[in-house]
């Protein structure tokens, strides 16, 4: 038994745990519900040293009605990357703020609320815009928002550029004295 | 947080009022300037919202979205081979490591093996790619405290690692050399003897930059103090890169957690400990001397002869197993990491891309602005050397 599937036992003591996938002997999943996600997150940053939040974002898995949220932490120590996974429900999609932990986890939010419209409530700035100024239509990263549906209904039809025959164009236009003669 | 009614009214502060500060534009006491988006320090579009009041900055708002592509969301869409030309475009100035992370992440969830010499063109490219990358950030850190010749001189430098590039993969900027199963072709004759006179160019070149940048009085009165790092606030703001190492944390993937072929190398964590801007650039700087010495330690150690791809299976009907994996290496800014999930079809499900300037650009910089002079925040931008693409995505 390797040092992480040793925490993972001692971790399912306290926490439900629901799944636990050790990719390599630096890096592993593990499955933690909603409600203990934070709490978890807490936990291992302050008694097991994943102190680093590497990056945090989502998933979408429209067929099971589910986002899965991934907070990547790493420890420096062991030099291991623990990715921490939990469902929420794409409907009403809310999730606990971690802006208390890390302050750019606030930057994460921000970007998965106007992403994925998950909400983080407490979050600072969650309602700005990040990358989309202006955007009113379904957070675009959402698996079914059709992105050729938005353009065509956004950008078309476009009138386009008349085009002219040139030497038409330049008879009339542009020489239209000469023209006559020629 | 300071009571609005309690506050000196001689502070320079705004009083604060639901969490937020309330700057009374109109009493003439404090400004709003816009830094950006262009700015010739940084690569790509990113713009600081400063308030000001005199000539010191009292509050800074970092905006993004002048670049957003929507390459994550291109790539649910696009065949695994497909992604390739998109993904080096996420980071113009290092796109090798977009590359590498995106190959290494497809190979994982497939279970290809790529040859031993392919590890160390990979390498090789991701070294040169790093040097590339600083002799452009070092033109703009100078240019920003007034010193434009000094990125003549650097830019001029990086033009000829950009011939050996071209030389090599075909592209200046884009190369797309680096392919799921390996790299796209081997070392062209006479390659290495090329590389050992552009390295030499740049050796002297550097020597003249440390003369005339790390030495100048003014670059040293400005630079030192400015933007401070301290080593608690690395783990607190996600601070990778030579940020971390300014600040004395000697932390660096390619010695932590080693990829490719670094624990064949042989090289030393490069650490400061002025944890300002002066800091960060010394280690920058000698993070190119070290890159020198890397890409000459890889040409002498790198197996002369072999295999350098592995032959994939119909890469336009390829199905790459379910899964997920992450995979991070270390480029000039900190972590680069791409995060992948594959659902077992022909598309990918979900790639992640993992970039430094993340954090660096939008925390951290909103706080490290705060007190700094009006004239000092282009170079403190520059200073944590962002690239907003990356943030973006």
């Known amino acids: ?182 | 947080m300071v009571d609005a009614k309690k506050q000196d009214p001689r502070s320079k502060f705004p009083p604060v009022e639901g969490g937020k500060s309330r700057y009374n534009l109109t009493s003439g006491k404090y400004m709003k300037i816009w830094q950006g988006p262009q700015h010739p320090g940084i690569t790509g579009n990113m713009s600081l919202e400063l308030t000001v009041c005199g000539d010191e900055v009292v509050d800074c708002k970092t905006h993004v979205g002048y670049l957003h592509r929507g390459f994550e969301k291109l790539m649910e869409r696009r065949k695994y081979i497909q992604c390739f030309p998109l993904v080096c475009r996420i980071c113009v100035p290092e796109p090798d490591f977009n590359e590498y992370l995106f190959a290494e992440c497809v190979e994982e969830l497939a279970g290809i093996q790529i040859p031993e010499r392919a590890k160390w063109l990979r390498a090789l490219t991701l070294e040169m790619a790093r040097l590339t990358s600083f002799l452009m950030w070092i033109g703009g850190q100078a240019g920003s405290f007034g010193m434009g010749t000094i990125g003549q001189w650097t830019v001029t430098m990086r033009d000829y690692m950009l011939d050996l590039f071209e030389e090599l993969s075909g592209g200046r900027i884009y190369h797309m050399y680096i392919i799921p199963g390996g790299v796209r072709a081997d070392l062209p004759e006479g390659y290495e003897g090329r590389v050992e006179s552009t390295l030499k160019q740049i050796e002297k070149v550097l020597k003249d930059v440390e003369l005339a940048l790390m030495h100048n009085y003014v670059f040293k009165k400005r630079a030192k103090g400015l933007g401070i790092i301290t080593p608690d606030m690395v783990d607190e703001y996600g601070i990778t890169g030579p940020n971390a190492r300014g600040s004395g944390v000697k932390r660096d993937i390619r010695k932590d957690n080693p990829y490719l072929i670094y624990d064949q190398l042989d090289f030393e964590i490069v650490t400061e400990t002025g944890s300002d801007a002066y800091a960060r650039t010394w280690v920058r700087m000698k993070e190119m001397y070290q890159s020198i010495d890397l890409i000459r330690q890889m040409m002498k150690k790198m197996p002369k002869e072999g295999p350098f791809f592995q032959k994939l299976p119909n890469v336009l009907h390829w199905k790459v197993p379910a899964g997920q994996t992450y995979h991070k290496s270390e480029c000039t800014r900190g972590e680069y990491g791409f995060y992948m999930v594959s659902d077992g079809t022909e598309l990918p499900r979900r790639v992640y891309v993992r970039g430094p300037s993340y954090t660096h650009a939008v925390t951290l910089m909103e706080r490290l602005a705060v007190n700094t002079n009006i004239a000092d925040t282009a170079g403190l931008m520059v200073s944590l050397h962002t690239y907003p693409p990356e943030i973006e995505r």
């Open chain 1, 1 to 182: 038994m390797n040092i992480i599937e040793d925490k993972f036992s001692v971790w399912q003591k306290r926490f439900s745990l629901s799944g636990f996938e050790n990719k390599s002997s630096e890096l592993a999943f593990v499955q933690v519900p909603a409600d203990q996600t934070v709490a978890f997150i807490t936990t291992v940053r302050d008694l097991d040293g994943y102190k680093h939040l590497v990056f945090f974002t989502a998933v979408d898995l429209l067929e099971d009605g589910v986002f899965r949220l991934t907070y990547m932490l790493h420890n420096y120590t062991t030099k291991h990357d623990l990715g921490i996974q939990t469902d929420i429900s794409r409907d009403s999609a809310s999730m606990e703020s971690i802006h208390h932990l890390w302050p750019h986890g606030a930057t994460y939010q921000r970007e998965l609320k106007e992403m994925f419209g998950i909400d983080f409530p407490g979050s600072p700035g969650v309602n700005e815009s990040f990358v989309l100024e202006g955007w009113f239509a379904m957070p675009p990263m959402r698996r079914d928002f059709d992105t050729k549906e938005y353009s065509e209904a956004t950008f078309f039809p476009r009138p386009g550029r008349k085009t002219f025959d040139t030497q038409e164009y330049m008879k009339e236009q542009l020489y239209p004295s000469e023209a006559e003669t020629w």
